[in-house]
């Protein structure tokens, strides 16, 4: 680190709430899978913001339909109608099969738009008694940061001195079938799920999961709510997760990649019967659907699709696991993920996974630990073999090496 990187992370550090401990490098310019911080140092990026960036950094392609709708409007309000917004809803039902789109920013405004849609069909189609909507979760969940959200979180930090919390929410084990179908009541609206659960350590359910939790669903008639917004578009080599075992859900949500790593847009997509519950004023969002967004969000899916990147994801996922497998690390217990989201758990004798992550950085190569034990690699869906190479003589020298217990 050097004089120049340190002042700003104490400018950062002196002016910023404290809500993120992140690693010491500032990142002044990106492009595709790398990143150049402050003094020049290239860096090969691993992490994708949390797969936000699956089409890399600065596509050229969607910059150029920002720039082109930068020209053109930028914001609206949903009080008016706009030109783009129309288009994106489309290209959305039209790539999932699913009838109707609600458009918002963060993620976790999608979480908690579907959150409300679930509630308010389970009341008017489903009758659920006033105020008795439940919805199901399971351990080790991520799904935002709202109240509401933390308030289903089995991890005790996310809550701590955030109470109240907000009812309605029944917590199951992950990968449980049996416990969720106990579960299920006739106040039961949704199952809220993440096919893998990416901020809990790339944990995978057990094969068959999601097509029993979606036959469940119906069997119960409980709406089957996917959480992809990390998991989603091309990440795990499906343009969906759920695909991997055709288990389509009645609400989709959206989000990071959407926004093609330039804008923050997410959705919610969903079928017909559920999303006709919202009646004007029900709910809504000021940048919501914007066509900026819009634009963005259409040229990100194009790319998306273009690019084979789902594909692409699949392949270079197979090899990256392959090579990793390959090093035969003495610090690691196991290798684990789909496409291009990896988890590697090191064990407990090797120490934790944070100062691996910083030995990366060092050589070159940005990663975050996720969960104590576990390093999660998910670079842009666009790397390349030769970059994947590079990386795994990098990754190779520091999991071969001697542990690293500070
Ligand atoms: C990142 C993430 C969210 C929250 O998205 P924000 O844009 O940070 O609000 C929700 N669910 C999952 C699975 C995520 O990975």
Redesign the pocket.
């Known amino acids: 680190m050097t004089e120049h990187s340190e002042t700003m992370i104490a400018q950062t550090e002196r002016y910023s709430a404290h809500n993120y401990k992140p690693l010491p490098v500032v990142i002044a310019e990106g492009a595709g899978c790398w990143v150049t911080d402050v003094d020049g140092k290239r860096y090969l990026d691993m992490l994708s913001a949390?797969s936000a960036l699956n089409q890399g950094h600065r596509h050229p392609r969607i910059i150029g339909a920002m720039k082109q709708q930068l020209e053109r409007v930028t914001l609206t309000s949903r009080a008016f109608y706009n030109d783009q917004m129309g288009g994106l809803c489309e290209d959305l039902v039209a790539l999932t099969g699913l009838d109707r789109v609600l458009p918002m920013n963060?993620?976790?405004e999608g979480?908690e738009t579907a959150l409300k849609a679930a509630r308010k069909w389970g009341y008017e189609v489903k009758k659920v008694a006033a105020n008795q909507a439940e919805i199901i979760v399971f351990s080790g969940n991520?799904?935002?940061?709202t109240i509401s959200i933390v308030s289903f979180s089995t991890e005790p930090q996310n809550q701590a001195g955030f109470g109240p919390l907000t009812p309605g929410f029944r917590v199951v084990p992950f990968g449980d079938i049996t416990a969720l179908e106990a579960a299920i009541t006739a106040n039961t609206v949704g199952v809220l799920i993440?096919p893998i659960q990416?901020?809990g350590g790339v944990i995978m359910p057990p094969e068959g999961f999601l097509r029993d939790v979606r036959a469940l669903c119906t069997k119960h008639r409980v709406l089957m709510i996917n959480?992809e917004?990390?998991v989603g578009l091309g990440r795990t080599g499906r343009m969906f997760c759920y695909e991997h075992e055709d288990a389509k859900p009645d609400l989709l949500i959206l989000?990071?990649a959407l926004g093609g790593g330039l804008y923050?847009v997410?959705a919610v997509i969903g079928i017909e019967e559920v999303m006709a519950v919202f009646r004007p004023g029900d709910h809504g969002s000021t940048f919501g659907g914007n066509p900026l967004a819009c634009a963005v969000a259409r040229e990100s899916l194009r790319v998306l699709k273009d690019e084979r990147l789902a594909e692409r994801a699949a392949e270079m996922g197979v090899y990256f696991r392959q090579r990793l497998v390959a090093m035969n690390s003495p610090h690691v217990e196991e290798v684990r993920g789909k496409g291009l989201l990896i988890g590697v758990q090191i064990k407990k004798s090797a120490g934790l996974a944070k100062p691996y992550c910083y030995a990366m950085m060092k050589e070159g190569i940005l990663a975050k630990d996720t969960h104590e034990q576990v390093i999660r690699f998910a670079p842009p869906l666009v790397i390349t073999q030769e970059e994947l190479d590079w990386a795994c003589e990098r990754i190779e020298r520091i999991l071969c090496g001697a542990a690293l217990h500070k």
């Open positions: 949390y963060s993620g976790a979480v991520f799904h935002g940061r993440e990416g901020e959480d917004i990390q989000g990071k923050p997410s």
